[in-house]
């Protein structure tokens, strides 16, 4: 079974240019969660959708920051100005919510941005 | 405001002994428990879990045990091995929270062989 996709595995831009990370979930998950991993802050859930529908963005550091989810399969995550404080390793993750038993989230491999 | 600790950011532990790594919550309201393991340039994958019914679930050489009252949990790998060397994080969710997870910073377990 093929896992969570996210593209691009790398990138490396310059301050002030837009940035764009995808994330494919894995077919018939119907959750889908935004993490940011640093050092300082280990990994903090940015936000996650259910349904295609965001739930919980409270974890967006700032108006710089959004994501989308046009269909089942397929999220965006956007920065636009990125700055170098933005500069880390962007994780997409997906599960099965059911009502009646929990699900633990898949992780992709994550995409490093790295901002000059 | 840190909920999850792992106050220990690395560990190092003989092949064939047993690796203790430790986590602490401030939440009350948290009800269900993960163990994440990553190795480097991928992403994590889920170990093991427990519910707060629970004090002890085990799955092979892996077993973690919840303290409620202490707000505290641990995983316990016995033996170790040196494919168990990895970043290990612990993450917490609550009945109100829908999926939400909220993990800690990580520790890095070193096995030696």
């Known amino acids: 079974d093929a896992g969570v996709i996210q593209s691009p595995r790398h990138e490396v831009t310059e301050m002030g240019q837009e940035v764009t990370l995808r994330c494919k979930p894995i077919s018939g998950h119907n959750s889908l969660f935004w993490y940011r991993q640093t050092m300082m802050r280990g990994l903090e859930l940015l936000i996650y959708f259910n349904n295609n529908v965001p739930i919980d963005d409270s974890g967006m550091p700032e108006d710089r920051f959004s994501a989308k989810m046009p269909n089942a399969s397929f999220s965006t995550l956007k920065i636009q100005p990125s700055e170098p404080r933005d500069s880390a390793v962007y994780f997409c993750?997906?599960?099965?919510?059911?009502?009646?038993?929990?699900?633990?989230?898949?992780f992709g491999d994550g995409t490093r941005l790295s901002i000059l | 405001d840190q909920q999850v600790k792992q106050n220990s950011p690395s560990l190092s532990v003989q092949e064939g002994r047993i690796s203790i790594l430790n986590c602490d919550y401030t939440n009350s309201m948290f009800d269900y428990f993960l163990w994440y393991k990553k190795y480097p340039a991928e992403g994590p994958t889920f170990l093991i879990s427990?519910?707060?019914?629970?004090d002890k679930n085990e799955d092979g050489r892996f077993t973690v045990f919840l303290n409620k009252s202490a707000k505290h949990l641990s995983l316990h790998i016995v033996p170790s091995q040196p494919g168990d060397s990895a970043v290990y994080f612990c993450a917490a969710s609550d009945p109100f929270g829908n999926e939400k997870l909220t993990f800690g910073t990580g520790t890095r377990l070193t096995i030696i062989p």
């Open positions: 427990i519910s707060s019914i629970k």
């Open positions: 993750a997906s599960s099965q919510n059911r009502e009646s038993f929990w699900q633990p989230q898949h």
